[in-house]
């Protein structure tokens, strides 16, 4: 099921609600059928757009009635598309493996579900590096770039073929009934096309960081669990007179992935002359592919097996067993930093797999790094602390008091400092990261650092008794 939903999702984000882009780095974005302004750099979500003369309350009262004009355009306009053809490209950053892998090729849809898209490597860059900021931390890695591998998907409305032109296998996953036509906008897609805004706003926290004539540029934060169980925020940057994407982002929920879609040529409704013209593929029909020689395998439906590499292990296990699966925990390679120590190196069913509830998925786990071998490898939680040292607790998620608290309690100096601006007002000075990892050994009166939440830049961090000092580092 995951991959008709990958499939979907993927051609939604061609016709539909295009998201913004976190910005700094990232592809350029492309043009309907002619040059289109160039999706800029991919940024971190940013803390709303209001203008500093502006009062904060009316400030927001503003901001939401110009997003909800601009839902109410983007549902008039996309409730127009019959088709949509053009060329787009993928880039997926991979902050564990430190790899960038490019892809590009033409897409395909038509109203009301049905889609096609070929990727094939692009070799441009190939084993270059590529200094690239992750939008998530602000953290600077050095990517070496590869061509990613081809991938052929076509969905008909009625199944989904995912086609390996290598193998000379094309696999066959049914579409349930209830999931075909309209209904299949009310799956776990990362954005949807031909939603009505109240729906919309209903199942995603959204926020208009651009608007002008030229384009519009939205951050989107799943509202819920089966979607934030894929990404963990999205940003589209669209044009404002078609209103279709010039480059959608997405980040996966550990923040370690970043995936970047870019479209330079976009054709809506296309008379037919012109599809005869324009040679997507060699088949009359897209969606009847010519597979004589092909091995035709049925597959199973089954669920998707969450993205959880990067993430610390509790976390991990949790989130695998509250989605059904069981999970086995094995030894990796030692942590090439120490805050990688106890999180997941690697996982078996990979990310977005399809897998039976029930089934096991296994977590390869970073140890202590070299200078501070360990065999050690956490069942359930990491193992008892040794005699005269404290292992450092899971404070992430807590309150700046509770983790404080928590830190004092085991012996430990807590000290703060302040991050990324909160995306919900619940969430200022809640801990997201912790120095160092949870698990580790310390001894009492060391220090751990806990960087926090922090409030719209409009509004400074407070020094009060009920907000954090930040230390200094």
Not at 444 to 450: A, G, H, N, Q, T
Request: glycine letters at 6%; a positive charge; charged letters at 25%.
């Amino acid at each position: 099921m995951f991959r008709l939903l990958k499939l979907i999702s993927t051609v939604a984000l061609i016709t539909a609600f295009a998201l913004p882009l976190p910005a700094q780095t990232g592809p350029a974005g492309g043009a309907p059928s002619q040059p289109r302004p160039g999706a800029a750099g991919v940024v971190r979500p940013a803390a709303g757009t209001s203008r500093a003369a502006t009062p904060p309350q009316q400030a927001v009262a503003q901001q939401e009635a110009e997003l909800d004009r601009i839902l109410e355009e983007w549902h008039r306009q996309s409730s127009d598309v019959v088709k949509l053809h053009g060329e787009h490209s993928r880039f997926i950053y991979d902050f564990v493996n430190n790899i960038e892998k490019r892809s590009s090729g033409r897409f395909y849809y038509e109203a009301p579900d049905k889609g096609r898209i070929d990727l094939g490597p692009n070799r441009q860059g190939q084993g270059d590096t590529n200094l690239k900021i992750n939008p998530d931390n602000n953290r600077e890695v050095i990517l070496t770039i590869k061509p990613d591998t081809p991938e052929r998907w076509i969905c008909d409305g009625q199944q989904v073929l995912v086609i390996d032109d290598e193998q000379k296998v094309a696999q066959q996953i049914p579409i349930p009934p209830e999931a075909q036509g309209q209904n299949m906008m009310d799956g776990p897609l990362p954005f949807l096309f031909g939603m009505p805004p109240e729906k919309a706003k209903k199942r995603y926290e959204m926020r208009l960081l651009k608007a002008d004539a030229k384009e519009i540029d939205l951050l989107v934060v799943p509202r819920l669990q089966q979607d934030a169980a894929n990404y963990k925020w999205a940003r589209v940057r669209i044009e404002r007179s078609t209103m279709l994407p010039m480059a959608v982002q997405m980040m996966d929920p550990p923040g370690t992935r970043e995936t970047v879609y870019t479209f330079p040529q976009i054709s809506k409704n296309p008379q037919k002359a012109l599809l005869d013209r324009f040679t997507f593929w060699k088949e009359k029909d897209p969606f009847k592919p010519d597979l004589k020689g092909y091995q035709i395998q049925l597959a199973e439906v089954s669920a998707p097996v969450p993205s959880v590499v990067g993430m610390d292990h509790v976390a991990a296990k949790t989130l695998l067993e509250r989605s059904g699966y069981k999970v086995r925990l094995l030894q990796g390679a030692p942590a090439p930093r120490e805050e990688l120590k106890f999180r997941v190196q690697k996982q078996d069913p990979p990310a977005k797999e399809e897998l039976q509830k029930g089934g096991q998925v296994s977590l390869t786990l970073y140890i202590a790094p070299v200078q501070q071998t360990s065999s050690e490898v956490p069942q359930a939680l990491p193992p008892a602390q040794s005699a005269g040292q404290l292992r450092v607790p899971e404070l992430r998620g807590m309150g700046w008091q509770e983790a404080k608290a928590q830190a004092l309690k085991m012996g430990l100096v807590p000290k703060f400092t302040y991050g990324k601006t909160a995306l919900k007002s619940e969430e200022i000075y809640d801990v997201y990261e912790q120095s160092p990892a949870p698990g580790t050994l310390m001894k009492s009166d060391e220090i751990v650092v806990l960087t926090l939440f922090n409030k719209p830049a409009a509004s400074a961090p407070a020094t009060s008794s009920t907000s954090p000092k930040a230390a200094t580092r």
